[in-house]
């Protein structure tokens, strides 16, 4: 219900960073080399490359914005008149009576996720603070639960307060979602259909983060003109482990 059943808590996840590039050619000829971390779980899962320290300051403030957004929500769903007439019109045609249905549902829905998110947001601060790679487990499962609580609509949907916490993609389905576009900015050159979509994850984070300035990079966006890696961007990294973080151009 909750967005459990996937999720085996006697033998919960091991992870590991993975390295993705994307060589990116820039409109001005120049080429790049960048460099993409995420956090892949042995169950297929691929997450995004944030590291335990920002994973616990996101859940720090989920905790405080996460019981603001909880009664929004709820507030929105008791409002019938406003919530049934935007559930049909958001509906596909021929699913409108199913949309009014979770809408009424979400009434009670709602106040029992958000209470199920804010204490995941507390063990996350926790487990922040202890350093502990169960972060991991903890932002897969609260994303679980977010998307549950949605419906299963996309990470964008309106809705969705965490969209960071939930997989960008599954080893099963990553070849088929992420590996058939192409882009111009993209150098493709002799990349197997499985580089294809490590280019292609790569490059919706970093062009995602340039256009943004984002909160736990101090409001800074990323730069156009030179190599990105996931390892630069994170403040607690020591510099002994972090020499190859500037790549070279090509």
């Known amino acids: 219900m909750l967005g459990l059943e996937n999720l085996n808590f006697f033998t919960l996840p091991t992870w590991r960073e993975e390295r993705m590039v994307w060589k990116e050619e820039t409109s001005s000829g120049i080429r790049l080399v960048h460099v993409f971390r995420p956090m892949v779980s042995d169950q297929g899962d691929i997450c995004n490359d944030n590291p335990k320290h920002m994973l616990g300051e996101k859940c720090s403030v989920l905790l405080l914005i996460r019981p603001i957004h909880t009664l929004a929500k709820t507030f929105f769903h008791l409002c019938l008149p406003l919530s049934l007439t935007v559930a049909?019109?958001?509906?596909?045609?021929?699913?409108?009576?199913?949309?009014?249905?979770?809408?009424?549902?979400?009434?009670?829905?709602?106040?029992?996720?958000?209470?199920?998110?804010?204490?995941?947001?507390?063990?996350?601060?926790?487990?922040?603070?202890?350093?502990?790679?169960?972060?991991?487990?903890?932002?897969?499962?609260?994303?679980?639960?977010?998307?549950?609580?949605?419906?299963?609509?996309?990470?964008?949907?309106?809705?969705?307060?965490?969209?960071?916490?939930?997989?960008?993609?599954?080893?099963?389905?990553?070849?088929?979602?992420?590996?058939?576009?192409?882009?111009?900015?993209?150098?493709?050159?002799?990349?197997?259909?499985?580089?294809?979509?490590?280019?292609?994850?790569?490059?919706?984070?970093?062009?995602?983060?340039?256009?943004?300035?984002?909160?736990?990079?101090?409001?800074?966006?990323?730069?156009?003109?030179?190599?990105?890696?996931?390892?630069k961007f994170d403040r607690f990294r020591s510099p002994c482990r972090d020499i190859d973080r500037l790549l070279p151009v090509i």
Not at 89 to 99: F, I, V
Request: hydrophobic content about 40%; glycine content about 4%.
């Open 88 to 231: 049909i019109l958001r509906a596909k045609k021929g699913d409108e009576l199913k949309a009014c249905v979770q809408t009424l549902a979400d009434i009670v829905r709602t106040p029992v996720y958000g209470i199920a998110l804010w204490v995941c947001a507390a063990v996350g601060l926790v487990l922040g603070i202890a350093d502990s790679d169960h972060l991991f487990t903890l932002r897969l499962l609260a994303g679980r639960i977010e998307q549950h609580l949605n419906w299963g609509e996309p990470k964008n949907a309106f809705w969705t307060l965490a969209p960071c916490f939930q997989p960008a993609s599954h080893e099963d389905e990553f070849i088929a979602t992420w590996g058939q576009r192409r882009y111009s900015d993209t150098i493709y050159d002799h990349l197997t259909p499985r580089q294809c979509a490590e280019a292609n994850l790569a490059r919706a984070a970093f062009t995602s983060r340039r256009k943004k300035p984002i909160l736990f990079y101090c409001f800074s966006t990323w730069r156009k003109d030179s190599p990105l890696d996931s390892h």
